[in-house]
T-cell receptor, first 113, second 108 residues
Framework: NAGVTQTPKFQVLKTGQSMTLQCAQD?????MSWYRQDPGMGLRLIHY???????DQGEVPNGYNVSRSTTEDFPLRLLSAAPSQTSVYFC????????????FGNGTRLTVT | RKEVEQDPGPFNVPEGATVAFNCTYS??????FFWYRQDCRKEPKLLMS???SGNEDGRFTAQLNRASQYISLLIRDSKLSDSATYLC?????????FGKGTRLSVIA
């Protein structure tokens, strides 16, 4: 029973590099989302998707892209990494966007030097 | 006014104590409310949903006050293992909005 799987767990990037954080869920959830968590800032929503082919911006979308080609996968792309993107990233899913609790992945700890 | 506000704490309480956290929200149309627990360097995990009539799960009691727009979490007989950050979550104009969390330390 995998739930929400995030890879990688840890990543170090140099400024300007690009990479994709992977997120997959096996619960057939329509809603998926990406958050970043920084000390003192709480969880901030980056992008979300209410179903395959549909994505929308959250509170802090700049510097990130997403796509949702399947129900299961919701990758987050960093186009040109910056030190300000050093953070812990969490992917989460739920059956619906507002009325159901979120299931979180284990997180990806990203450092940009 | 922020969408969801919590007292950041820390709350330092002895084992066996009762502790309560409040969380205020600004969107009067919010319909769904949850409490999450987050341990250091781990992902948030659902502690309990909050229902209009209030609900209890063992030592934990959650209450909703729609008129004053706040939810509360009461922990009775605190255990060392309750030490964590407690996040208030509310449905809002965008999908679920998280408070910044209240840190609890239970001391032996």
């Amino acid at each position: 029973n995998a739930g929400v799987t995030q890879t990688p767990k840890f990543q170090v990037l140099k400024t300007g590099q690009s990479m994709t954080l992977q997120c997959a869920q096996d619960m057939n959830h329509e809603y998926m989302s990406w958050y970043r968590q920084d000390p003192g800032m709480g969880l901030r929503l980056i992008h979300y998707s209410v179903g395959a082919g549909i994505t929308d911006q959250g509170e802090v979308p700049n510097g990130y892209n997403v796509s949702r080609s399947t129900t299961e996968d919701f990758p987050l792309r960093l186009l040109s990494a910056a030190p300000s993107q050093t953070s812990v990233y969490f992917c989460a899913s739920s059956p619906s966007a507002r009325s159901s609790p979120l299931h979180f992945g284990n997180g990806t700890r990203l450092t940009v030097t | 006014r922020k969408e969801v506000e919590q007292d950041p704490g820390p709350f330092n309480v002895p084992e066996g104590a009762t502790v309560a956290f409040n969380c205020t929200y600004s969107n009067s149309a919010s319909q769904s409310f949850f409490w999450y627990r987050q341990d250091c360097r781990k992902e948030p995990k659902l502690l309990m949903s909050v229902y209009s009539s209030g609900n209890e799960d063992g030592r934990f009691t959650a209450q909703l006050n729609r008129a004053s727009q706040y939810i509360s979490l009461l922990i009775r007989d605190s255990k060392l293992s309750d030490s964590a950050t407690y996040l208030c979550v509310v449905s809002g104009n965008t999908p679920l909005v998280f408070g910044k969390g209240t840190r609890l330390s239970v001391i032996a």
